[in-house]
């Protein structure tokens, strides 16, 4: 991060705490007992909306299940309080976050199979059985009205409230950084596409199961505040219908980040009250945050996703315009461009090695061989074979429909049930998963990127890397590719850049081959010849072999040392480049008749 970033970040964090601390002494103080009261409503209530932060705000699962795990919390505290457990108050909230875990483990792995309205479904059946349960089974103490005591000095309301509040803030930090490591990053690309999210070498299952532990997590402890609260607890406080509310309440705020939670927090815990005072029927909170779900459901962000987003996307812009660095749409390598070569105080043109006509044909970067891959009578691709040399760039060219994105999704891992073999560096994948051969070295780019807009570039290479990336490693890869800064958010970034950006994060951790789906397809004339200038530096630079599957030709004479040719799933041609073109099979498969001369 900047020092700019750096420094608003830590004002960002101080202001927070700064509230926090304002609120804990002055609140208990000038509040009447009921506003008090409703205070701790509030504070545990944001406790809970921070576990739809992790699970919905984060990883985008539809979880509507959430106050079952803080019954789950609850349960334990009062327990081990009627079992009279040593450790006290503060080690049964512990506990009784953790006993919440497995339960949410157990949840999620359905998510591993379905997800969107289905998995939502899930969760809500797993609430009504909860509510059967609780319903038929009292909560513990609620037979002998035995009472649980708050612990010393958080004793009275006003003491709790603060208890409450500092059980938030430590609940908000831990979250904020596990939201800077990789984890937390890839939940958000989770929410966007697991596909490219498993092309990085994240296992989606344990990011999955991840996010439903630490969501569970922080809803037991939830529940456990409530038990506090209110001393002892009915089924009624845990109802199906509270994580309904609640996910609505969610969804249309973004608990995801504290200010949102607070948010969450106070509407759930005072709308009641204004209803009342306000003399309108309770049900109509509903139909509010119903409206404001379905709202945030449509655009696909939160209200707090908007307005952090909007206020990087302007310091984004002020970062642009006060570095000069390259700009979302511009072609830092094109004559002219802003940041060009010819550009006054551009950089100077990068100096590319002439690629390599071809790497030690005995141990191959990548072998594929034989490989077939048929979607029922359909033969996608029949007996293909194909090396990508150590230290080259390779081709893969041929028209639509010729079975390109199908090769490199069954060598990546993503069509399961091919025949053949794909062997990296000499060691067979055909058993591995994507994630697995993405972590082994084979890295792979789509055709439509699917970035979530709420990263920045930099957070993006950090998925993308595997590892906490340095950052002067990162903005040496964003300059090579004519990136923006790393502190600028996806959002401002237009589609080619995106392309790039891309292409870097599966270049960022030097993998042994990356095969690259179209990645000039938008690019203009002068940002495609750059981008294949780049292309060919990147093996003897990152140590990275290339398969290129385009249908630029000029971006493949320029860029690929040697290029084979499909053609309805089968291979028509393979070898040197200048010779592959100009064979009359290949002609005529680009443009229907082997008379024409080619390009």
Not at 422 to 437: C, F, K, W
Request: one cysteine or more.
């Amino acid at each position: 991060m900047n020092p700019i970033g750096r420094l608003r970040s830590g004002r960002s964090l101080g202001a927070g705490l700064g509230a926090a601390v304002l609120a804990c002494a002055v609140l208990p103080a000038v509040l009447p007992p009921y506003w008090i009261y409703l205070a701790i409503s509030a504070a545990v209530s944001a406790v809970v909306m921070q576990s739809f932060g992790v699970i919905v705000g984060r990883a985008g699962v539809l979880s509507l299940c959430q106050m079952s795990f803080a019954a789950i919390g609850a349960w334990v505290v009062l327990k081990l309080n009627v079992m009279g457990a040593p450790g006290g108050f503060f080690a049964w909230l512990l506990l009784g976050g953790l006993a919440a875990v497995p339960v949410g483990v157990a949840i999620g792995l359905p998510a591993l199979r379905i997800r969107g309205v289905n998995l939502a479904v899930v969760t809500f059946g797993f609430a009504v059985s909860a509510d059967i349960v609780w319903n038929a089974n009292p909560f513990p103490g609620a037979a002998d009205l035995t009472m649980l005591d708050r612990p010393a000095p958080f004793d009275t309301d006003g003491g709790y409230f603060v208890l409450c509040v500092i059980v938030f803030t430590v609940l908000a930090v831990a979250l904020r950084a596990i939201g800077r490591t990789r984890l937390g990053l890839s939940w958000y690309e989770l929410r966007h596409s697991e596909r490219s999210a498993a092309a990085h070498g994240v296992s989606v299952a344990r990011s999955k199961l991840a996010a439903f532990a630490i969501s569970a997590f922080v809803a037991g402890i939830g529940g456990g505040l409530l038990a506090g609260q209110l001393s002892m607890v009915v089924p009624g406080n845990f109802a199906m219908g509270q994580s309904l509310a609640l996910f609505a309440v969610a969804v249309m705020i973004g608990p995801h980040h504290p200010e949102g939670a607070v948010l969450g927090g106070v509407f759930g815990a005072v709308m009641a009250t204004i209803m009342d005072k306000l003399s309108l029927p309770q049900d109509f909170g509903g139909v509010l945050f119903g409206a404001g779900a379905l709202l945030a459901l449509r655009s696909g962000l939160s209200q707090t996703d908007m307005t952090r987003m909007r206020k990087r996307e302007r310091d984004a812009r002020r970062l642009l315009d006060a570095t000069g660095g390259a700009r979302p749409g511009g072609a830092p390598d094109a004559p002219g461009a802003p940041g060009g070569p010819d550009a006054p105080g551009g950089p100077k043109p990068v100096t590319v090695p002439a690629p390599r006509p071809s790497g030690d044909p005995r141990v191959p970067a990548l072998k594929v061989g034989g490989l077939t891959v048929r979607f029922g009578e359909v033969v996608a691709l029949d007996a293909v074979d194909l090396t990508v040399p150590e230290g080259a760039v390779a081709g893969l060219i041929g028209p639509n429909g010729a079975g390109k994105s199908t090769f490199i999704a069954a060598a990546t891992g993503f069509v399961a049930g091919y025949e053949g073999s794909v062997e990296l560096a000499g060691v067979p994948l055909d058993r591995l998963g994507p994630s697995a051969r993405a972590k082994r070295g084979l890295r792979r780019t789509f055709q439509t990127t699917a970035i979530a807009p709420e990263l920045s570039l930099y957070e993006y290479l950090t998925i993308g890397s595997g590892r906490r990336l340095p950052r002067a490693e990162a903005d040496e890869l964003l300059e090579f590719f004519g990136c923006p800064p790393g502190d600028v958010p996806v959002s401002v970034v237009d589609a080619g850049s995106r392309r790039l950006l891309d292409v870097a994060a599966a270049i960022a951790v030097k993998p042994q081959v990356a095969l690259l789906d179209e990645p000039a397809a938008g690019q203009s004339a002068a940002e495609s010849l750059a981008l294949g200038r780049r292309l060919t530096e990147v093996p003897a630079r990152f140590g990275v072999s290339i398969l290129l599957v385009e249908h630029d030709m000029e971006l493949v004479q320029a860029t690929c040392a040697q290029v084979t040719v499909l053609d309805f799933g089968h291979v028509i041609a393979s070898g040197p480049t200048a010779e592959v073109l100009e064979d009359p099979a290949v002609r005529a498969a680009y443009l229907g008749t082997a008379d024409v001369p080619a390009t």
